[in-house]
């Protein structure tokens, strides 16, 4: 069965204090692996996707990359203003040609000033 | 800029009662989904659509209904509303693998 976990739960920084979130997953077959941003009360807002093994992408302060089995979001000297749940999503092979998009409980970051 | 709408922001309905949830999109995508977002459950696929008059079950279909028929509008029907429907419904529309999500509608039940 196509699993996505991310980890931690919830993380507080300090402000200029960088960190990674986690997210594993196994799927058969990767299509993508998306990372979203979602603000209390507010739909996700896309980040990035990754398509494969040794990827990666930059925004600002964030940079994800991706293996085999997992993918982080680095975060470099956050800000008060990255507090958000962040969200991981895996869209597998399974499913057909629409694919099956496959989200993570997503990780509650709280930056300190 | 794509643009995902969501007919209201926030909605409180009685149980029993048939509620409504529309969503529009103005990019042409063909894909559109529906999903509920619950504390530590994350956010689950109720039902998708690829097409005008498609429509394919998701996660947890079970007391919800939905209506595509126009390529930028999809509904989501609870034909008889119950309190453990109250949630956030984020509606979202995909071209290229990628999704836009609405803003969410906060319902609650009483």
């Known amino acids: 069965e196509d699993q996505v976990t991310q980890s931690p739960e919830a993380l507080r920084l300090q402000e200029g204090e960088s960190s990674s979130l986690n997210c594993s997953y196994t799927?058969?077959?990767?299509?993508?692996l998306f990372w979203y941003r979602q603000d209390p009360g507010k739909g996700p807002e896309f980040l990035f996707t990754l398509y494969s093994a040794g990827e990666e992408k930059e925004k600002e302060r964030l940079k994800a990359t991706l293996t085999k089995k997992e993918s982080f979001l680095h975060i470099t000297a956050p800000k008060p203003e990255d507090s958000a749940t962040y969200l991981c999503?895996?869209?597998?092979?399974?499913?057909?040609?629409?694919?099956?998009?496959?989200f993570g409980k997503g990780t509650k970051l709280s930056v300190k000033p | 800029d794509v643009k995902v709408t969501q007919s209201s922001r926030y909605l409180v309905k009685r149980t029993g009662e048939k509620v409504f949830l529309e969503c529009v999109q103005d990019m042409d995508h063909e894909n559109m989904f529906w999903y509920r977002q619950d504390p530590g459950l994350g956010l689950r696929l109720i039902y998708f659509?690829?097409?005008?008059?498609?429509?394919e079950k998701g996660d947890i279909p079970e007391g919800y209904s939905v209506s595509r028929e126009k390529k930028e509008r999809f509904s989501l029907i609870l034909e008889s509303a119950s309190t453990n429907q109250t949630s956030m419904y984020l509606c979202?529309?995909?071209?290229?693998?990628?999704?836009?999500f609405g803003p969410g509608t906060r319902l609650t039940v009483t």
């Open positions: 979202a529309s995909s071209f290229r693998d990628r999704e836009y």
């Open positions: 799927v058969s077959g990767l299509r993508g």
């Open positions: 659509s690829y097409d005008v008059k498609m429509k």
């Open positions: 999503a895996v869209l597998s092979n399974y499913g057909g040609s629409q694919g099956n998009l496959i």
